[in-house]
């Protein structure tokens, strides 16, 4: 008997809750942390959001920011800019692999979107799922197409012709330059089927699972270094659900049985969902109790949405939420290292952001048995594409511990680019995501802010002016990404330069207009997209900037 699903993700089950998420926000612990020198009690000193924000409240519109090459968060991991290819919706039928188009290669790939992925130099791809992964047998998807079956994807009710599986995958990163980042069914799949797939894809040859690969037609290894432990286990709309002691167990019997058979590993375990889940914290908690010994990274996903029942549909109030994000990242590593300390570890874990975005207007999962099904084809406007570089800003400021990223997804299914039978166009959210793939390179900076600020519930301090940079020794460059989350005003912009002031912009660009709603589409793919912004001029040690409202800019210097 089928057994209808009655939530397909985090986002569905969360529309259940009858919480605004920001009412949420308000009622958690409070964590502001003072301004790094000595301010004594005064509360303009007190910083915005988290860990490495150090922003100042500042009266009066402008805002100022002190650069120092000296103080530094940490190297940039290119794999913070990294994506998501699932099994959902048209994401790799008709995204990335179309036998039939006239767009296609030999290989069946789509060459307008290999080139895009490859232009904007996307360092690592997470696959297959995602929800999907938790039912999927990695068997149906190797060996000769003709034999492949067509398979009833439960988790999202669509049909899996199994046309693409591991090799395609693994062909098709090396065709788009990037690194795959392997999901394993610990839903319906075992710890033995985990250790097998690592051996098919990963040992050379002479052994059972190796030996088919070549049989496949792949002698050599793929070489899969990174590895995700599951997906979403805390959630009740997740085949095969269980508890965090139970899933704690299964992952560390899984990573003990792969590490067997490739020592290089870099595993990541099943963190939370999100913060609204009961289980918040507690969950990642239990399951680090666990394997902790047996992983490198917990993982840790989240969706932000502008719905009544998110932000009352409140421009102001969705802006600032990668604060929220901030917080999430300084609980979970508050857990992490709460376990490091009971169990006496050396290792400090890292965190796999695997799946982030905004999503909250395609919200149905049923693909009614059909195959490549129009599923979660969110539209995005500016608005969103603001957030996401507010989203990224926070990525990179916390970059000291969060060593994977994923925007969730990367081809049709909430997603930057999207195709149709002639060609493809580029979302709002894709110009922040390229802008981070292209300038945050080298060593994040540890920005002084003073900025003007304005409250919401759960975030006192809420900074117009929302910065991070990074510094690149080798290609000497200074890189800064700005959002003005002032929705009326142009925000003036003071860069103090501490140490050396740099020579010449090489790069600027905006993304902002007139109407927040507005998006790209076939018909009109350009409505939204990057427009030069005006080089600002240093002059000695300070360099003056004008963003104008509702904006995020990236402008890159060469240093002298
Ligand atoms: O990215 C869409 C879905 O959202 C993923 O399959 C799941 O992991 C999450 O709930």
Redesign the pocket.
Known sequence: MYVYIEFR???EYESILSFPAFVLEASFRRSHRRFRGNRGNDDRYKTASGVHTNQIARPGPAARVFIDSRRTIAPIDRNLFGS?L?H?GRAIYEGVYDPGSKLSDASGFRKDVLNEIRQIGVPIVRYP????VSGYNWLDGVGPQQSRPRVLDK?WNSIDSNQFGTNEFMAWCKAAGTLPLMGLNLGTGTPEEAAALVEYCNVEKGTKWSDLRRQHGFAEPHGARHWCLG??MD?PWQIGHMSAAEYGTKAADAAREMRNVDSSLKLVACGS?GPLMPTYLEWDREVLEQCYEYVDGLSL?R?FGNRDSDTGGDSAKFLAMNLSMERQIAETLAVCDMVRGHKRSPKKLWLSFD?WNVWYRATSGDGHRTEAPHL?EEVYNLEDALLVGGLINTLVRNADRVKIACL??LVN??APIMTNADGLYRQTIYYPYSWALQYAKGTVLNLLVESADYAIPGFEHVSYVDVAATLDESGRTVSLFALNRDLAKSRTVELQWQDHAPSKVVASWVLTGDDLKASNSFAEPQRVAPQAFPVPSTRGSRTALELPPRSYAAIQWSLA
């Open positions: 993700s985090e986002l998501f699932e959902l799922g995602g929800n999907f988790a997906n979403e959630g969902s996903h969706y799946e979660l969730a997804q299914v909430i």
